[in-house]
């Protein structure tokens, strides 16, 4: 494997672009490819298998594309299908979890509250997760078509403010202390969420750590870019546009049927 090669990052959709900001931030010499599977969007929506055959095909795309390491940038096809990513194909691969860990060794009411898709919340890794922190009480709640209405370009809309209403009036009103943002769309929405939850509640995504953690697996395996040419790509399945604002005008995003 060369280190020359770039970084792939895959995901349901535009949500991963949070976390490719955070990469980016940290690593700029590093050249990347992103693919926004925005066609077979939202992936929380869908059976395990499916999410298994979905993020072998991104993975295969990025492979073909000679990506020296895989960055999964969706809580749902991390905690769904990462375990059979890392046992079919031999490359370093990192996921993303939603951040139970610090919310919960932090809270001082011992409640924290956790915003993700179905299939995140659902799926067995999570289970486990939660298991760990028996002590502490984790207000789960799903946030059903957020991603689509992200992805639709409809992030400022009223249907949006009245589902994250909807859905966050409940969590506060337990107490929590935390949020977690489980989703790699949400990060997104965090000036919306801050108007509508109190200044106390400390809002928690995995962006900053998965940058890190990038960077020590480079380190480790002697894979950071020795070369000057770098560059950043990003594809996508469907009109481009929301994408495009997203990532801003520096970089240009590609249509590609994949
Ligand atoms: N960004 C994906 C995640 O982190 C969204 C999943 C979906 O498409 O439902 O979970």
């Not at 939660?130 to 370009?153: C, M, P, T, W």
């Not at 995504?205 to 990038?214: C, H, I, L, R």
Request: charged residues 20%.
């Amino acid at each position: 494997m060369s280190n020359t090669n770039p970084i792939g990052l895959f995901d349901s959709g535009v949500g991963g672009t949070s976390i490719w900001k955070e990469v980016h931030a940290l690593l700029p010499n590093e050249s990347t490819i992103y693919l926004a599977d925005s066609k077979n969007a939202p992936y929380g929506q869908k059976t395990q298998e499916e999410i298994i055959a979905l993020s072998k095909k991104n993975t295969e795309f990025l492979l073909n594309q000679n990506c020296k390491l895989i960055i999964v940038a969706c809580n749902t096809a991390t905690t769904n299908a990462i375990k059979v990513l890392r046992n079919s194909y031999d490359i370093p691969f990192i996921g993303i979890e939603p951040a139970i860990k610090p919310a919960a060794l932090h809270s001082k009411t011992q409640k924290i509250g956790i915003l993700a898709t179905q299939g995140t919340l659902n799926s067995e890794l999570f289970h486990q997760t939660v298991a760990l922190y028996s002590d502490v009480k984790v207000v789960e709640q799903i946030g059903y078509e957020l991603v689509q209405l992200i992805e639709n370009g409809e992030m400022y809309s009223k249907k949006m403010t009245q589902l994250l209403e909807d859905y966050l009036h409940p969590m506060v009103a337990q107490d929590i202390d935390y949020l977690v943002l489980g989703c790699t769309h949400y990060p997104y929405l965090i000036p919306q969420i801050k108007k509508i939850i109190p200044h106390h509640i400390k809002i928690i995504d995995s962006g900053e750590a998965v940058a890190k953690q990038t960077k020590h697996i480079l380190e480790i395996n002697n894979l950071f870019n020795t070369s000057k040419d770098v560059k950043q790509i990003f594809y996508i399945n469907q009109a481009p546009q929301v994408m495009q604002e997203l990532i801003g005008d520096k970089f240009r995003v590609a249509y590609k049927d994949f």
